[in-house]
C-alpha cells in the first residue's frame, strides 16, 4: 500500500471532514443557502406563520407586552419576507428613472444642436418603455425570488440585468467617438447582480460588462487607431465594474447578517417576555403594574382574585380610581409615586370589598424607568400583593419547622436519661418492699416518666427523617380491627348500648397508607372524642366510606358542644392543648402523618344520629381493589 492510499488516523480524518463541512459552509450562502441563492435568500425566510399570527389570549396578564413583541417580530419577518422584492423593486425604480433622464438628455441635446448618436434615441425610449412596463405591471413580477435570480437562464434575470447589459453596450458600440460614454450606465447592471444575485453570478456579471466594454474598445481601435487610450479606458473600466460588483455584494449580505441577528434576538425577546409572562400567571403571589395616573398595565390571576369581592375583575387594563373599595390602594400607590420609595418589607392595606369582606393584603413595590433628567420619580410601579393571612400563616409555619428540628434534637437527648431514670425507679421500688408511702412515690415517678416517654415519641414521630414508604392495605378491617382494640384497652361496651357506634362497608377498600401510623391516627381521633363526647349510647361515631374512585373518607364523630372560636383556630398547631396534663401534639401528629401519605384531615361541626357534635373526617388516597391481596 502507498503512502497516498495508507488509512488516516480518526483524529485526522475528523479534522479534513469538518474542514470539508467548513469549506462546504463557506461555499453556502448565509442562512443555510447554498451558492445558488441570493444573501437575501436566507433572510427571506419567514418564521412559523402561526407563531408570528397568534394573538394573545384576552384575559393574560402580560398579553400587552407579548402582543407588543409579536408585532415586532411580524413586521420584520414581513420585512425580511420582502427584502429581496423591496431591492428588486427600488431598481426597478433607478432603471425607469435611469430610462426617462436617457430620453430627455437626448431630447435636450437635440434641441441645443449636440451631435446624435445613431439610432440613440430610439434605444433610450425603448429601454424607458421596457423599464416602466416592467415597473407598473405587477404580472411581470410574480415568481421573482432570490432562487429565481440566482440562475442565468432565469427570465426575470434577462429582463432586468441582461437586458441592461444588452442596451448599455449596444450604446456604447454605437458611440465609437466616446462623446457621451455610454459604457458608465454598464455600472448600473453590475451593482443590480451584486445586490440580487450570488456572488459568483455577480462577478460573472462584471466579467461580461468588462468583457463587452473591452470587445467595444477593440473595435473602436479598428476604426480609430488608438490602441492606447481605448484599450487603457476599458482595462480601469473592467475593474471598476469588478470592484463594484464585490462590494454591492458584501454589503448585501451584511445587510441580510444584520437582519437574520435582528429577528434572531427579537424572536428571543419576544419568547423571554413570554416566559416572564406564564412565570407571573402562575405566581402564587399577586402582581400589578401600576402607572403613575392609576391605570393598571398588567394583572396577574392571583392578583385579580385578592382585589375581587364577590366577582371577579376583569382583565388588565382596568383604572383602580373609582372603585370604592381599592381607595386605600390608591393612597399607598400614589404615597408611593411621591415619595419614590418603599419599605423593602412593605406595608399592610385593608380592603373592606364588597358584600363586607374585609381583606388586610402585605403591599410591596419596586419601581421601574427612572426619569432622572426629570428628576420626578418613576413612570411605572410593579405591586406585589400577599394576603395577610398567608404570610402570617408562612411564617408560623417556618417558625414550626425550626421549633420541630430543635424540639427533635431535645427529644433524642433526653431519651437516655430517661432511660436510666426509669430503670432506677423500677429498682427503687423492688426495694421499697411493704412501705406504701415510698411505693407511692416510685408509681407517680413511674407515672411521669411513661408521659415523657410519650411525648418523645410523638416528637420523634414527626421529626425530619427518612418517611417510610405508604403501604396497600384494607382500610375496612384495619379499622375494624383498631376499634376493636381500642374500646377492649378502654374496657368499653362494644354492643349497642356502648359509646362506640361503627358504620362500616361491606367491601374492600385499599388505600396507601403505613398501617401503624393509620393506627396511631385513628387511635388518637377516638380518645379525642371519647374524652370530649357527652355520655350516653353511640356519643361516638365512625364511619367509614368510598367518596370516590381516588378518595376513602374515614370520619370520627363526638356529640358534644361546639368548640370555641379561639380552640378551633389552633386545632392542628403543635404544643396547643385545653388539657392541663396533654403535650399539644395529638392532632398536630395526625395531620402530619395524614399529609405525609396523601391525604388530609380536615374539622367541621355535625349532626349525626340525632345528635349535634364535632366530627374530624380523614381523606385517604384509594388505591385499585387489587392492590392488597385477598386475606388467607
Known amino acids: 500500500m502507498s503512502a497516498a492510499q495508507a488509512p488516516q488516523p480518526p483524529e485526522r480524518r475528523g479534522g479534513d471532514r469538518r474542514r470539508g463541512e467548513r469549506r462546504r459552509h463557506e461555499r ?16 427571506a425566510e419567514s418564521p412559523d406563520p402561526a407563531m408570528l399570527d397568534s394573538e394573545p389570549p384576552p384575559s393574560a396578564a402580560g398579553a400587552e407586552s407579548q402582543f407588543f413583541f409579536a408585532r415586532q417580530t411580524r413586521r420584520l419577518a414581513n420585512a425580511g419576507g420582502t427584502a429581496f422584492q423591496r431591492l428588486y423593486r427600488a431598481c426597478l425604480s433607478a432603471r425607469v428613472a435611469l430610462g426617462l433622464t436617457l430620453v430627455g438628455m437626448q431630447l435636450l441635446g437635440g434641441l441645443l444642436g449636440a451631435a446624435r448618436v445613431p439610432w440613440a434615441l430610439p434605444l433610450c425610449g ?13 404580472r411581470l413580477q410574480r415568481g421573482v425570488s432570490a432562487q429565481s435570480f440566482a440562475r442565468l437562464s432565469s427570465p426575470q434575470w434577462w429582463l432586468s440585468i441582461g437586458w441592461d447589459l444588452a442596451l448599455f453596450g449596444a450604446l456604447h458600440a454605437l458611440d465609437r467617438d466616446a462623446g457621451v460614454s455610454y459604457g458608465a450606465l454598464l455600472v448600473m447592471p453590475v451593482l443590480m447582480a451584486g445586490v440580487l444575485t450570488p456572488r459568483l453570478l455577480a462577478l460573472a456579471t462584471a466579467a461580461m460588462a468588462a468583457l463587452l466594454t473591452l470587445g467595444i474598445a477593440a473595435w473602436s481601435v479598428l476604426h480609430s487607431g488608438e490602441l492606447g487610450l481605448r484599450m487603457t479606458q476599458a482595462g480601469l473600466a473592467g475593474v471598476g465594474f469588478f470592484v463594484v460588483g464585490l462590494l454591492a455584494s458584501e454589503l448585501a449580505s451584511r445587510l441580510a447578517r444584520e437582519e437574520r441577528a435582528a429577528r434572531g434576538s427579537l424572536e428571543l425577546a419576544r419568547q423571554q417576555a413570554q416566559l416572564n409572562r406564564l412565570v407571573i400567571e402562575e405566581m402564587a403571589e399577586g402582581v400589578l403594574v401600576v402607572d403613575r395616573r392609576g391605570h393598571v398595565r398588567a394583572a396577574n390571576p392571583a392578583a385579580r382574585g385578592l382585589l375581587s369581592g364577590a366577582a371577579m375583575v376583569r382583565s388588565a387594563p382596568f383604572p383602580l380610581n373609582g372603585v370604592p373599595a381599592w381607595e386605600p390602594l390608591v393612597a399607598a400607590v400614589e404615597r408611593a409615586f411621591t415619595e419614590g420609595a418603599w419599605p423593602v418589607e412593605g406595608r399592610d392595606v385593608a380592603l373592606q370589598l364588597e358584600g363586607g369582606e374585609a381583606r388586610n393584603l402585605r403591599l410591596r413595590m419596586r419601581f421601574t424607568r427612572r426619569r432622572e433628567a426629570q428628576g420626578s420619580g418613576e413612570d411605572l410601579c410593579v ?25 427533635a434534637g431535645i427529644a433524642h437527648e433526653i431519651r437516655n436519661p430517661l432511660a436510666a431514670i426509669d430503670q432506677a425507679n423500677a429498682l427503687l421500688a423492688e426495694d421499697c418492699g411493704a412501705n406504701a408511702q415510698s411505693a407511692r412515690l416510685t408509681a407517680m415517678v413511674a407515672s411521669n416518666v411513661q408521659r ?37 384497652t378502654n374496657r368499653l361496651d362494644t354492643g349497642p348500648a356502648g359509646p362506640l357506634a361503627l358504620s362500616l362497608p361491606g367491601q374492600v377498600l385499599p388505600v396507601a397508607f403505613e398501617p401503624e401510623h393509620l393506627r396511631r391516627v385513628l387511635v388518637n381521633l377516638l380518645d379525642n372524642a371519647l374524652r370530649h363526647a357527652e355520655p350516653g349510647p353511640g356519643s361516638v361515631q365512625l364511619g367509614l366510606r368510598a367518596q370516590s374512585e381516588q378518595w376513602v373518607q374515614l370520619a370520627v364523630f363526638s356529640a358534644g358542644p361546639a368548640l370555641p372560636p379561639e380552640v378551633e383556630r389552633h386545632l392542628f398547631e403543635p404544643f396547643f392543648s385545653t388539657r392541663s396534663r396533654g403535650s399539644g401534639l395529638g392532632l398536630y401528629i395526625c395531620r402530619e402523618l395524614c399529609e405525609r401519605y396523601g391525604g388530609r384531615i380536615d374539622y367541621q361541626r355535625q349532626r349525626a344520629a340525632g345528635h349535634s357534635g364535632n366530627e374530624f373526617v380523614i381523606t385517604l388516597r384509594r388505591l385499585p381493589a387489587d392492590a392488597v391481596p385477598p386475606a388467607p
Not at 453556502?28 to 433572510?43: E, I, K, L, N, V
Not at 405591586?383 to 411564617?395: G, P, Q
Request: proline letters at 7%; hydrophobic letters at 45%.
Open 126 to 138: 425603448l429601454y424607458a418603455a421596457q423599464a416602466l412596463t416592467l415597473w407598473l405591471l405587477p
Open 383 to 407: 405591586l406585589f400583593i400577599e394576603d395577610v393571612r398567608n404570610v402570617l400563616a408562612r411564617s408560623r409555619q417556618e417558625k414550626l419547622a425550626a421549633m420541630g428540628r430543635i424540639s
Open 452 to 488: 415523657l416517654k410519650r411525648i418523645v415519641d410523638d416528637v420523634m414521630e414527626v421529626a425530619p427523617g427518612v418517611l417510610p414508604q405508604p403501604q396497600p392495605l384494607d382500610a375496612n378491617a384495619l379499622v375494624r380491627e383498631a376499634c376493636e382494640d381500642w374500646a377492649r
Open 28 to 43: 453556502r450562502g448565509p442562512g443555510g443557502a447554498d451558492g445558488h441563492s441570493s444573501w437575501f435568500g436566507g433572510a
